[in-house]
């Protein structure tokens, strides 16, 4: 019929598209390099370990007699050698490496990073980590480490892994780090016990452990001159984050702690160790962060007459620390007199606290523009986001930019509870687990806090015993 195509079938064999390049004239020793050394040196590993089986198979054939001798005495050796563990790993991880580095050449040059005089980005050293593999890069020169970043997903389709992740080097721009992620090792990992779990008292001039990373590297969090905001979604695993966090400083007695919990439990625990504590109401939120400030402006007093710039350790300050769970609900409560205060009096704490010593931790589900005033929300300089929902939702949390950038806490799986990027120290989100704390765990370092707080007990002078004989006696006398 008019009007109508007949369909056709396509080829069975793919074809590759034409492509047309200029001919490329090679000398004879450009040839003998190409093919006889550049692959020899690919395999220096592999070669060099059958040269050297050959030269003992020739060495005993000579000793022995006997070719057959020799090669069962050589197969014997080698399987004896293979039941040692040190043995067999160490030989397992030189095949795995020059395999590897013969793949990432490969892949460097499919993603197109050969210079004019052929040289590509080479790996100087590598290792194990728990998500894969880290590599240590040195880019050819000309190279910056920005080309091998843009080439990074070309390059992980071409060694059939998870992902490839590319970070410049701070101290040499020649260098590049590079994980080659194999798997979610993460996603792996068993609920860890908060290694302060036992500790008797703790200070919190000292890191806090909070975690692991993906190359199993312990995380901490220094909370001196610095605030932080815990943000995710609900069971995502931000009350354990922040847990740790006031459980640091509950069992530090140099350490004043102030509660704001917007829905009474959620900092249940940590009543008994608090000077302050404030419920679901704003007034009485308002009351207390009146205070706060009216003490900090006394200590910047104290400061100034003491020729001082900042509190320091050792020196009898002690430390405020403000910890509030849902900061959104003190900050919507419908009445725009109390929210605009309230948001006042917070933004005067996180700005100016750093130097007096006050500490400001904050966690909420969802920290954007219309629930948290961003001239308070950024100024936290540590961020912690949780599992989020959407890209925005988690560049809320840590600052616009990191979704696009791949760091981003929507592509976290729901099933991997406590998993997170946490920006602080290094200016580049972490992803990371979090240590676990269950509701036991929270009592016992309660009670410990409590106990540890408890002013000390002055001791009962009891009359001294009197001996009756002795008095009768020197009576009668």
Avoid at 18 to 40: C, D, K, M, Q, Y
Avoid at 80 to 97: E, S
Avoid at 415 to 437: C, D, I, K
Wanted: with cysteine; net charge neutral.
């Amino acid at each position: 019929m008019r009007g109508h195509r007949s369909a056709r079938v396509g080829s069975l064999v793919e074809h590759a598209p034409v492509t047309t390049r200029p001919e490329v004239h090679l000398s004879g020793g450009n040839l003998f390099v190409l093919t006889v050394i550049r692959p020899a040196w690919a395999y220096r590993v592999e070669l060099a370990g059958i040269t050297v089986l050959a030269g003992l198979f020739w060495w005993l054939t000579g000793e022995v007699g006997d070719r057959r001798r020799a090669g069962v005495i050589i197969l014997a050796a080698t399987a004896l050698l293979m039941l040692v563990p040190p043995v067999r790993n160490g030989l397992a991880t030189l095949l795995h490496r020059s395999h590897l580095r013969r793949r990432w050449t490969l892949a460097c040059r499919h993603a197109d990073l050969a210079t004019l005089n052929d040289r590509v980005p080479r790996i100087s050293r590598a290792s194990f980590v728990p998500s894969g593999d880290l590599l240590r890069v040195r880019m050819p020169a000309g190279r910056p480490v920005e080309d091998l970043e843009a080439v990074a997903e070309t390059a992980a389709a071409f060694l059939e892994v998870r992902e490839v992740r590319v970070a410049r080097d701070p101290d040499n721009a020649r260098y590049a780090r590079v994980v080659v992620v194999r798997r979610d090792a993460l996603a792996e990992l068993a609920a860890m016990p908060w290694p302060h779990l036992a500790a008797p008292e703790l200070s919190l001039w000292q890191p806090v452990p909070v975690g692991l990373d993906e190359d199993g590297e312990l995380v901490t969090v220094s909370l001196i001159e610095r605030n932080v905001l815990i943000g995710g979604e609900p069971g995502g695993g931000k009350s354990v984050g922040q847990s740790m966090l006031t459980a640091t400083a509950a069992l530090d007695p140099g350490c004043e702690l102030t509660l704001l919990d917007g829905k009474y439990v959620e900092l249940a625990s940590w009543v008994g160790c608090a000077a302050r504590t404030v419920g679901p109401n704003q007034d009485e939120c308002i009351d207390v962060l009146r205070a706060l400030v009216k003490e900090m402006d006394d200590r910047y007093l104290l400061l100034v007459a003491n020729r001082q710039r900042k509190v320091h350790q050792g020196e009898g300050w002690k430390l405020h620390v403000v910890v509030c769970d849902e900061l959104a609900f003190y900050l919507n409560t419908g009445s725009r007199t109390g929210d605009k205060e309230a948001g006042n009096l917070m933004r005067d704490l996180v700005s100016r606290g750093r130097a007096a010593g006050v500490i400001f931790l904050a966690a909420t589900q969802k920290p954007s523009g219309d629930t948290i005033p961003t001239y308070l929300r950024d100024l936290f300089a540590f961020r912690w986001a949780f599992r989020c929902t959407t890209p925005q939702m988690s560049d809320t949390i840590l600052g616009a930019g990191w979704s696009t950038a791949g760091s981003t806490a929507s592509s976290i799986d729901a099933a991997h509870r406590g998993v997170g990027y946490l920006l602080h120290e290094g200016g580049e989100p972490v992803r990371m687990r979090s240590f676990y704390l269950t509701d036991d765990d929270l009592t016992q370092l309660a009670r410990r806090a409590e106990q540890l707080r408890k002013p000390p007990t002055k001791p009962v002078l009891l009359p001294a015993t009197v001996d009756h004989d002795q008095v009768e006696g020197e009576g009668a006398a």
